[in-house]
């Protein structure tokens, strides 16, 4: 079993960054892919970034050009780097791990909030 813990959420002004990292621990071996999905009030959780172990990236399209997903595989971390950040990037964030066996692990999200 594996716990994902986020942190690095917080409330900023619009064009602001932020940084989120979500460390992995516990049963860390056979992770293929790490990523980050977002949820508002009453909607469905959808992909923001993904990246699998051998370096493959996935932007949602109202995030590509601003929001740079990485991965350091020495420390299990996933890190999503959130520049020039809008209003409608506000939501709960949530840390994810897909696993060889196709398992896939949820952090407890983090609130990021953009707002004047």
């Known amino acids: 079993q594996v716990q994902l813990v986020e942190s690095g959420g917080g409330l900023v002004q619009p064009g602001g960054s932020l940084k989120l990292s979500c460390a992995a621990s516990g049963r860390v071996f056979g992770i293929i892919a790490m990523g980050w999905y977002r949820q508002t009030p009453g909607e469905k959780r959808e992909l923001v970034a993904t990246?699998?172990?051998?370096?493959?990236?996935t932007y949602a399209d109202s995030v590509k050009g601003r929001f740079t997903i990485s991965r350091d595989n020495a420390k299990n971390t996933v890190s999503l780097q959130m520049n020039s950040l809008r209003p409608e990037d506000t939501a709960v964030y949530y840390c994810?791990?897909?696993?060889?066996?196709?398992?896939?692990?949820w952090g407890q999200g983090t609130q990021v909030t953009v707002s004047s």
């Open positions: 994810y791990a897909k696993y060889l066996n196709r398992t896939e692990y």
């Open positions: 990246l699998t172990n051998n370096g493959i990236t």
